[in-house]
Each structure stands twice: as structure tokens, then as C-alpha cells.
């Protein structure tokens, strides 16, 4: 079953860039790697999405290694709204489903 | 506008009955999920649909039940058989299965066993 492994929290300041690392156990050849971002008592919203290499959009970039056994969502000059859980979702065992395990909780001080 | 909506917001239940979370998307996706949140807490996957009339049991499927009787809609019934309901359940849908398009999430149903 492929499982996700990511630190349970993190802590910094505002202004400073945030690089929060994921580690996916067995992913598939044709999976994507995707996070996510949720504040609290609401739903998860996509950030971003890559297969390898880097990807940059306007909130963050996504550094995936050649091997894909991991990714770094970097998000930079973090402000107090960035304060959230995110989370990189993997396909489980069936293909087609999608578990989000338990996320890094970001808490971004002043 | 398009988009995934929760009802009801916030459900009470009492301990024994059952009761049924409702899940829409206009987005024309094929698969849809339901996940629980429990406080602190990451999600925990359900169940998952990836076409009409077809579903599939996650993680955590004992006490529930679901149906997709349409494309567009996704209900979870919560039955008597789950001992610890009170949680936040949210529902999502994606365009096609898996990971490699972008998932919607509805706001959430948060359901308290009174």
C-alpha cells in the first residue's frame, strides 16, 4: 500500500521560505505528485502538481527528484495566512483512490 | 458556478439512528470520495467511486455506506454500526481517477452524536 511520510509540524516566520519534504513509499510510474492545503474546518485545496524535476506556479514550487521517491513543496516569504496543514497525497493500493495521511501542520509566527 | 457542496453544514445525531450526509458536484467528474477528519487529525479515505454505480471501500468503511445512483451526486449514510461517528467528513471529486488531476473538496459536513 502506498504510504506517505512527511514531518508532523514546522514552525517559522513570516518573510522566511518553507521547504516541507514528503517521502512516498512505492509510488507508481504514472502517479503525479500533488499537494494539498487545508485551514481549519475546511476542505483541502489543491496547490500544486509534478511528475519529476521542478514545477513553479504562483504560490509555490515543487522539487521532485529523479528517482520520485520524494518531493519538497517550497513556499516562499511565508506570511501569517500560510499558517495550515498541507499534505501530498498518494494513490493507494486499488490505483484509483487517493490517501492523504497526516500532513505537516505549518504555523508561520510574526 | 461550479463547485462541490456539503449539506447540511453541522448534523446531530442521537446514539442508534441513522443518517445520511449529503454530496453534489456540477463538475462533470467521474470520481468522487468521502473522507473523515477526526480533531488533529489527517483524512482518512472512506469510500471512493470512480464511475456511476460502481464504489469502492477505503480504510476506514465499517458503519458506513454509500451509493452513486448519478454522476453528480455521492451520498454517505453514517448507520448505528459506527460506534464513534462524531467526526468532520468531507466529500471531494476529481475529473478522473487517481492522482493525476486536481481533486475538489466540498466545505464539510461536521456531525456530532448527542
Known amino acids: 500500500l502506498a504510504k506517505t511520510t512527511q514531518p508532523i509540524s514546522m514552525d517559522s516566520y513570516e518573510g522566511q521560505e518553507v521547504n516541507i519534504t514528503c517521502s512516498h513509499n512505492n509510488i507508481a510510474t504514472n502517479d503525479y505528485i500533488t499537494w494539498y492545503q487545508q485551514f481549519p474546518s475546511q476542505g483541502p485545496r489543491f496547490i500544486i502538481q509534478g511528475y519529476k524535476t521542478k514545477v513553479t506556479n504562483e504560490v509555490a514550487s515543487l522539487f521532485i527528484p529523479a528517482d520520485r521517491k520524494s518531493s519538497t513543496l517550497s513556499l516562499p516569504r511565508v506570511s501569517l495566512s500560510d499558517t495550515a496543514v498541507y499534505y501530498c497525497p498518494v494513490k493507494g493500493g486499488n490505483n484509483n483512490d487517493m490517501r492523504f495521511g497526516a500532513g505537516t501542520r505549518l504555523t508561520v509566527k510574526p | 458556478d461550479g463547485g462541490i457542496t456539503q449539506s447540511p453544514k453541522y448534523l446531530f445525531r442521537k446514539e442508534g439512528q441513522n443518517v445520511t450526509l449529503s454530496c453534489e458536484q456540477n463538475?462533470?467528474?467521474?470520481?468522487m470520495y468521502w473522507y473523515r477528519q477526526d480533531p488533529g487529525q489527517g483524512l482518512r479515505l472512506i469510500y471512493y467511486s470512480q464511475i456511476v454505480n460502481d464504489f469502492q471501500k477505503g480504510d476506514i468503511a465499517e458503519g458506513y455506506s454509500v451509493s452513486r445512483e448519478k454522476k453528480e451526486s455521492f451520498p454517505l449514510t453514517v448507520t448505528s454500526a459506527q460506534k464513534n461517528p462524531t467526526a468532520f467528513y468531507l466529500c471531494a471529486s476529481s475529473p478522473a481517477q487517481g492522482l493525476n488531476t486536481e481533486a475538489f473538496f466540498g466545505q464539510g459536513t461536521r456531525l456530532t452524536v448527542v
Open positions: 463538475l462533470n467528474h467521474d470520481a
